[in-house]
């Protein structure tokens, strides 16, 4: 159960391809509406899909091969495309082609959304951003590393650990933005990414999502029995729902701004002091220390001025997280 859960990130990072989707019009309006739903929020149905019926293919092939065998994608597909053709050469190069086709899906995800996360990590860690290329090299490098490692050798213990910390992740956003923004109220209505008006780190996501995945991770292995082993993936969902607005409540919701966005009136539009190109004003923040609004990514690599713009909150008596 928890291995197969494991989808549930892949369905996030499906979501993130919805930037590259073009503006909606009277002219479109239909076609962008159904490619949201489906390649959005809808993809779980696909999963869904992809999901029962693996699993019926993979019930088939290990009444006549065995569940060991039945493992192999190369081995399941043939065997129930073979069943279907009765052909034994077409059925073997059909399974060829479809394991191609979903690991060049799977790996392609993968390297896009890893490459970004390597970014956005290393982009505030570091305060450098030499490229996604880089970063796309070292997701590529790690893929091949953990592949002559035998990873598929231990497929289900993997996903298995990698689904509970999954699921913590997108539980806790998920009752951060459902539970806190719009039904306790207890954070800002509005999603804030920018550097300049965030702490370093959030108790209210990150705490609660180590506590979930940890629980549920440790629940997995069988500490607290058999039952809770082979349901972990609830563990952490519910843990991860349950958490955020018990950290908000307790921490007051105070680390959700290290200060108010305040951009000129004329802010829109307008170039980045540092690297002078142009963005909306949903990419700016106003920055004391350059003397002028700055972009995200430019605000993420200058570290030089050691969140000097956040310095003011101190007197209200709410701690500053240096990123020095």
């Not at 705490?207 to 069988?222: C, D, E, L, T, W």
């Not at 949903?282 to 050691?306: K, N, R, W, Y």
Request: contains cysteine.
């Amino acid at each position: 159960m928890c291995a197969n859960l494991s989808m549930a990130s892949q369905i996030g990072e499906q979501g993130d391809y919805l930037r590259f989707m073009p503006d909606k019009t009277e002219q479109n309006r239909k076609s962008w509406w159904a490619a949201m739903l489906f390649g959005g929020p809808g993809f779980v149905v696909i999963c869904l899909v992809a999901w029962f019926g693996g699993l019926l293919i993979s019930g088939f092939a290990a009444q006549s091969i065995g569940e060991g065998e039945a493992n192999v994608p190369v081995r399941m597909f043939d065997l129930a495309f073979g069943r279907i053709f009765g052909n034994g050469e077409f059925s073997l190069v059909l399974a060829a082609l479809f394991v191609i086709l979903s690991q060049v899906k799977i790996n392609v995800m993968n390297a896009y959304s890893g490459s970004l996360s390597w970014s956005n990590f290393f982009s505030r860690l570091l305060h450098r951003h030499p490229g996604r290329v880089v970063w796309l090299l070292l997701q590529i490098a790690i893929g091949l590393v953990v592949m002559e490692l035998g990873v598929f050798n231990a497929i289900t213990v993997v996903l298995g650990i990698y689904s509970n910390v999954a699921i913590a992740w997108i539980g806790c956003i998920t009752s951060d933005l459902v539970i806190n923004k719009k039904l306790l109220k207890l954070a800002p209505p509005a999603i804030e990414f920018r550097r300049a008006y965030l702490y370093n780190i959030n108790p209210v996501g990150f705490v609660s999502m180590i506590i979930a995945a940890v629980v549920a991770v440790v629940a997995h292995f069988g500490v607290f029995g058999a039952v809770l082993a082979q349901s972990s993936a609830l563990v952490s969902l519910v843990l991860a729902l349950m958490l955020p607005p018990v950290v908000a409540a307790l921490t007051k919701g105070k680390y959700y701004l290290a200060r108010q966005p305040d951009l000129p009136s004329d802010a829109a539009d307008q170039p980045c002091v540092r690297c002078a190109t142009t963005f909306d004003e949903v990419d700016l923040a106003d920055c004391p220390f350059m003397d002028g609004v700055i972009c995200s990514l430019c605000c993420s690599t200058h570290g030089e001025c050691h969140d000097m713009c956040k310095k003011a909150v101190v007197d209200l008596g709410i701690p500053v997280v240096s990123s020095a």
